[in-house]
């Protein structure tokens, strides 16, 4: 390894410890394993409790806004979001906007997935290890191991296999 990369994966490891601190700071529920990277821009919701494992990297400008279990070696691209808990609308008497949250249901995302630019996780979906889901996908139901699903909804593409 030469000595600019040297510099630049020391600059990275310093860049990401840096973010990681000001992240578990700012949010109580927020639990990191280690080796973490995230980009610029990252929100968080303080109100959901998400718990973070090893060797996790996201880009810029995601929006984590539900309660979520991320597995380890996960790989979020930039504006990823996980939604979570949207408003009731089965109730016509009243407005959208009074109606209330529906139930909070967590995210599980298992070990060895990578999540595409620009996806959306809606609450109460697992994405199960080995996944990878497309960029743009909208994720409204679980994904099975070792699936490349795409798409809005999103739908399986097809399996990843050996080679």
Known sequence: MSLLNSFFNLGRLLLGSYRKNVLLFKYKKLKIGTKFFCGKGVVLSKKNTITIGDNFYMG????????AQIGNDVLFASYVSLVGGDHRIDNIDGTIRSSGRDVFKKIVIEDNVWI???????????????????AGAVVTK????????????AKEIRKRILK
């Open 116 to 134: 595409g630019h620009g996806v959306i996780l809606m609450h109460g979906v697992t994405i199960k290890s080995g996944a990878v889901v497309a």
């Open 142 to 153: 679980d994904v099975e191991n070792n699936s490349i699903v795409g798409g809005n909804p």
């Open 60 to 67: 810029n400008y995601c929006h984590l806004a539900a309660d």
